[in-house]
């Protein structure tokens, strides 16, 4: 699947959150959004990643910026992550991976020589309109929010 750049639209989605709800990227226009994709709720690296979203949600919000996280684990799976962290915002389930692949977000990966599908850890950062400002594929769960908050200081100078 093809990586998104910067001044794309981004794909819509419409996906249920961790309490059933359902929630669409149209529910989040007028407002700018993280939208993070990660492999598996409750695993190491995830756990990092949406823990450190949870830690900077304040600064986030005071930037006009939302977050959800987008995995292919179920609603309950997410609720339960979100239970043992606290983590407070939208997580997402796309259990086909049809989101995933919209934002090249889902392809081949390696691990230990063995070859798979599976989530490519992404993050976006979108515009008031539900344009993409910023794609980063392939980075470590400790760069997301780092990531958009350097876009961001380099955007209001």
């Not at 043992?84 to 389930?93: E, H």
Request: charged fraction near 25%.
């Amino acid at each position: 699947m093809a990586q998104l750049k910067a001044g794309t639209r981004a794909p819509l989605f419409e996906l249920l959150d961790q309490q059933d709800k359902k929630v669409k990227l149209s529910d989040f226009k007028g407002k700018k959004l993280l939208i993070y994709f990660y492999p598996k709720a409750d695993t190491p690296g995830c756990t990092i990643q949406a823990c450190s979203v949870r830690d900077a949600m304040q600064e986030l919000r005071g930037l006009g910026i939302a977050a959800v996280g987008i995995s292919p684990d179920e609603p309950q799976q997410q609720q339960n992550f979100d239970d043992r962290y606290d983590l407070g915002f939208p997580l997402l389930s796309d259990a086909d991976h049809a989101v995933a692949k919209a934002y090249g977000a889902w392809g081949k990966k390696s691990m230990y020589g063995k070859k798979y599908e599976g989530i490519i850890r992404s993050s976006f950062l979108l515009d008031e309109k539900g344009v993409i400002t910023q794609a980063w594929y392939k980075g470590s769960s400790k760069d997301t929010v780092p990531n958009v908050l350097k876009a961001l200081k380099g955007t209001q100078k």
